[in-house]
């Protein structure tokens, strides 16, 4: 269905090919999974296939990409509309109408296809999807998540016959990305639809995959079995990193196969479990743990409304000095509309918020800066300037700290970055670290993230997750919302799940996450009843390196 044959693509001013002499065969019916390190050239790699490289993102390509016997290079985009269906990274800058039915038969419009049969598609995929509840709502009202599945949907009514997706669950929370998850299977194993796709969590999709593209980040690419090609990637989702450290073979892509494999290893764990460390029932709201000493930020009852919908709804959270709490829910459930409550410029009905005895919302921007940082799920709201050079130059001098202040944040978040590149050019993560480099080099005393780990791969999270650690130690009070539950395991020190606008939990990470099938780690499902939540965990028990 795809080949690519001596496939190498070259950008102007580029040191090395982004892709070099590639060759892949991906036969129809396949699920491929695309992996690499941030910035090895996923989104390119995608690009050849429905030929938005070289025709939209400039460069030279050599060699020739086949999809289902079209030549990209002498086909644009428009032309093969009919057979591929794409989605990015961010699904807002594809949408081209206001509500979401509208969005899903647009495509289908350009297609020409009869009004019935369009009627038709339309329920099937707001059914397939589980959106129909929100098919006369306004696009941008949406969460993140349910953008997302928007802008899949949108690709779906036009029954393509390959389906290229970038990061197709990175905003979805867990329970999402497996019903999205599930959708895209039933296409491939029921329909034959061809689709590859490229992801950082891997624990989300590698057990459905067919093939794995690895892209090492010279350019060159090694393909084949799940198994076979993540056993020695430099990213492994945590289930493969467990299998290495115990020694199994073949590796485990599910926890259903772990779970098999690890009766030996749970045993020998059994005996580092103290009934401390065993998970309790998430702790309700009304029982939160007490704070000692005044709080960095404290939110009394705070309500959020738009229009008749009532986003947060009395909601109290006490954010302590020293504390990474993540804040996780299904998508839609609030914690966005929190975050920007709490910051200050958001909408916010009723309630108190108070930073330092000082309410955010009534200082000016460069005050309210110092005391509460935000980094929004859309980081370019926050990118206006030519360079990142500039972006980050500005920022020393908004927050009046030495040059390159901003700069160093950047460069120990996620190196490489081209100072002079346009920072909407950027892929998800490099713009992301970008913002986050910016709203730290103003040293707020409380420091919000509203999805930091989107197009991140594992590297860079740990990165992150270091660099929040640090701010931590330094006194500053951080929440993360997320729906990236190995992050999650690996960073905070508590955890708070919100639905329907309110907090139904409030705990330590362990006692929460390990309460709930959705929010536990692959790690924590391999070796329950075992406490372990990372697989750094259980190699320090076993005296080994991760």
């Not at 056993?231 to 599910?254: D, I, T, Y």
């Not at 030996?264 to 009304?286: H, I, N």
């Amino acid at each position: 269905m795809i080949r690519f044959e001596q496939v190498s693509v070259t950008y102007p001013e580029a040191q090395h090919r982004t892709l070099n002499n590639v060759d892949l065969h991906i036969e129809e019916g396949e699920l491929c999974l695309v992996v690499g390190r941030t910035g090895v050239g996923k989104s390119t790699l995608l690009g050849a296939i429905n030929g938005l490289v070289p025709h939209f993102t400039g460069g030279i390509l050599s060699g020739r990409v086949t999809v289902n016997g079209r030549d990209t290079s002498r086909h644009p985009p428009r032309e093969l509309a009919d057979l591929i269906g794409v989605v990015g990274q961010d699904p807002l800058a594809g949408f081209v109408t206001d509500t979401v039915e509208e969005e899903l038969a647009y495509a289908m419009e350009q297609l020409a296809i009869e009004p019935a049969v369009m009627r038709k598609r339309v329920e099937e995929t707001l059914d397939l999807l589980g959106i129909a509840e929100l098919r006369n709502r306004p696009i941008r009202s949406l969460s993140g998540g349910q953008q997302q599945r928007v802008a899949i949907g949108s690709v779906l009514t036009a029954h393509p016959r390959v389906l290229v997706l970038d990061e197709p669950t990175s905003a979805l929370d867990p329970t999402a990305s497996e019903e999205v998850l599930a959708a895209i299977t039933r296409l491939v194993h029921d329909l034959g639809v061809t689709v590859v796709i490229a992801e950082h969590r891997l624990e989300r999709v590698a057990q459905y995959c067919d093939r794995v593209i690895y892209l090492h980040g010279d350019g060159t690419v090694a393909s084949g079995p799940p198994a076979e090609v993540l056993a020695h990637s430099s990213v492994a989702p945590p289930v493969v990193r467990l299998g290495r450290l115990a020694g199994w073979s073949p590796l485990p892509l599910s926890v259903r196969d772990a779970r098999r494999a690890a009766v030996g290893l749970r045993e020998e764990l059994q005996q580092f479990a103290s009934p401390a460390a065993t998970a309790s029932p998430a702790v309700p709201q009304s029982a939160k743990p007490e704070l000692s000493g005044s709080p960095e930020l404290s939110g009394k009852r705070v309500t959020v409304r738009y229009g008749n919908i009532v986003a947060v709804s009395k909601a109290d959270i006490d954010l302590a000095s020293g504390q990474i709490v993540a804040l996780m829910g299904r998508n839609g459930s609030g914690k966005s509309s929190l975050l920007w409550a709490l910051q200050g410029s958001g909408a916010r009905e009723s309630g108190s918020v108070r930073v330092q005895g000082q309410d955010p919302s009534t200082l000016s921007p460069s005050q309210a800066r110092a005391l509460v940082g935000l980094v929004p799920q859309t980081p370019t709201d926050l990118l206006y300037l030519a360079t990142v050079q500039a972006e980050c130059s500005q920022a020393d001098q908004d927050s009046q700290q030495p040059a390159d202040t901003c700069a160093g944040l950047l460069d120990r978040i996620l190196s490489g970055i081209d100072p002079q590149a346009h920072p909407r050019d950027l892929s998800e993560g490099q713009k992301l670290a970008l913002v986050l480099a910016i709203q730290l080099s103003a040293s707020p005393r409380v420091l919000l993230l509203d999805e930091p780990t989107r197009g991140l791969d594992y590297s860079a999270k740990e990165h992150l997750t270091q660099l929040l650690k640090e701010l931590a130690a330094a006194g500053h009070a951080i929440v993360v919302s997320t729906h990236d539950v190995e992050f999650v395991a690996s960073t905070a020190d508590r955890v708070l799940v919100m639905a329907e606008g309110e907090i139904l939990a409030d705990g330590p990470t362990a006692d929460v996450v390990l309460a709930s099938p959705a929010f536990a780690p692959q790690v924590a499902k391999i070796l329950h009843p075992a406490p372990f939540l990372t697989v750094e965990e259980v190699a320090t028990a076993l005296g080994s390196k991760p």
